[in-house]
């Protein structure tokens, strides 16, 4: 059975994002960004002048994420509407493939990105919101 756009977006969102934040050197390079940016700024005495770089990390790198995980559930959508070898052997003793029949979600890429867009006005407003 098939899962829902938004519940096939939200496990792969999930499913990148955690392990990553602590693995992928993108995201370090982002934190560490604005760490050399509050460097610069002296680190002035309010508390907001230095959260606020960070704020803006954490929400460019969700959004990063976002848009990586529909990518990646576009990308998996088009797999399972490509041909498929058959698991039933023809004549000769090879798996023929054929056309795959799955049921395409009517505009899913247009969906996808547009729920990856609203995570971008979710945490755009979210960061510019902090500042």
């Not at 938004?6 to 934190?31: A, G, H, S, Y």
């Not at 979600?105 to 990856?116: C, E, H």
Request: hydrophobic content about 50%; proline content about 6%.
């Amino acid at each position: 059975m098939h899962r829902s756009l938004l519940t096939r977006f939200f496990r792969e969102f999930l499913k990148q994002f955690w392990p990553t934040v602590t693995e992928n050197k993108f995201d370090k390079i982002v934190v560490a960004a604005a760490v050399v940016y509050l460097f610069f700024r002296r680190l002035i005495g309010e508390r907001w002048e230095f959260v606020i770089p960070l704020v803006w990390a954490v929400c460019f790198i969700a959004v990063y994420h976002a848009f990586k995980a529909a990518h990646s559930v576009k990308k998996e959508i088009d797999v399972e509407l490509c041909e498929q070898p058959s698991p039933l052997y023809d004549p000769s003793g090879q798996h023929p493939t054929i056309p795959h029949q799955a049921t395409m979600p009517f505009l899913y890429g247009v969906r996808l990105y547009g729920i990856a867009s609203v995570f971008l006005l979710a945490f755009g407003y979210v960061g510019f919101s902090a500042w």
